[in-house]
């Protein structure tokens, strides 16, 4: 079963240009393929792979496509998927540098393994 969520937001990147409130950031867990995916009226813009096992998921990769840099997919994909984690009653192993950053917030941090 896919699980999903939304983010409506706005960003600035170095150009100015200005991503609309309206722009929804969708993540679903794919289980089948073990990765979050993020995606922006429809089209795949990252990823984070995992892992689980006895009772710990690693993140080993997340992606982010370079048409959509610049926008915080990163941060919400690996945010919301770190999240599900939590919720499932698994423990966290950022082993991806991005993941590692994240995983280092006040609000991750205790779930670590």
């Known amino acids: 079963m ?14 100015g240009y200005r991503c609309p ?7 679903v867990d794919d289980p089948q393929a073990q990765r979050f995916e993020a995606r922006i ?6 990823f984070a792979d995992y892992r689980d096992g006895d009772g710990v ?10 048409a959509f840099g610049g926008r915080g997919v990163g941060s919400q994909l690996v945010d919301q998927a770190l999240r599900a984690t939590i919720a ?8 991806c540098s991005f993941v590692v ?3 280092a917030a006040d609000e991750f ?3 670590r393994a």
């Not at 998921?57 to 370079?66: A, G, K, Q």
């Open 109 to 111: 941090a205790a779930h």
């Open 57 to 66: 998921r690693s993140f080993p990769h997340t992606e982010v496509d370079p």
């Open 2 to 15: 896919q699980h999903a969520a939304r983010a409506a937001h706005e960003t600035s990147s170095a150009s």
């Open 88 to 95: 499932e009653g698994l423990r966290i192993r950022p082993q």
């Open 21 to 27: 409130m309206s722009e929804q950031i969708e993540i």
């Open 41 to 46: 009226d429809g089209a795949l813009a990252g």
């Open 101 to 103: 950053a994240r995983a």
